[in-house]
């Protein structure tokens, strides 16, 4: 089984615009995921910019349940690209991290650039990158589940 240190995936996302160095090697550690994990990581829409699934460009709406095992966070459509909107359960979790900390943001990291779900010792680690910010959950697995959006500025 592969596993990749949480340190040293926060460098590896944090710095990396292009998911083709990812994505060239997410086949190789897909079947060292947990079964939602991988599910979602190889989902063919889930990198696909132009995919309606692709999680680039969606907004970080809300963080519950963090610091107990099972949490979820939640993520707005574009509407500009999305028709959906995002929730994420993880279940097992064994670490939480939001990058930088600043109580008066709350949940205001920006728009997601790109996310990582690897294989880790306690499950998987998912992180995701925002324009004003990182959050990093290790956990024994997870599962996304896409829902219908109304989006008020379409026309």
């Known amino acids: 089984m592969k596993y990749v240190t949480l340190d040293a995936q926060v460098g590896e996302l944090s710095g ?11 086949s190789s550690i897909s079947g060292d995921l947990p079964p939602g ?5 190889m989902d063919t829409d889930h990198y696909d910019f132009h995919s309606r699934r692709c999680v ?27 028709d959906q909107d995002l929730l994420i359960r993880y279940a097992g ?7 930088p900390v600043d ?7 920006g728009t997601v650039i790109l996310d990582e779900i690897l294989p880790h010792k306690d499950g998987c ?5 925002c324009w004003e910010g990182t959050l990093a959950v290790v956990c024994r697995d997870l599962q996304a589940t896409w ?3 109304i989006c008020s500025s379409a026309s």
């Open 56 to 82: 680039k460009d969606l907004t970080l709406r809300a963080v519950r349940g963090a610091g107990g095992e099972d949490m979820e966070i939640e993520f707005r459509h574009n509407c500009w690209k999305h």
């Open 16 to 26: 990396v615009l292009d998911p083709a160095r990812y994505l060239s090697r997410l």
């Open 103 to 109: 109580e008066g943001r709350e949940t205001d990291l």
């Open 147 to 149: 829902t219908e959006a």
């Open 93 to 99: 979790v064994s670490s939480f991290v939001i990058d």
């Open 37 to 41: 994990a991988r599910a979602f990581a």
């Open 125 to 129: 680690s998912h992180e995701i990158a």
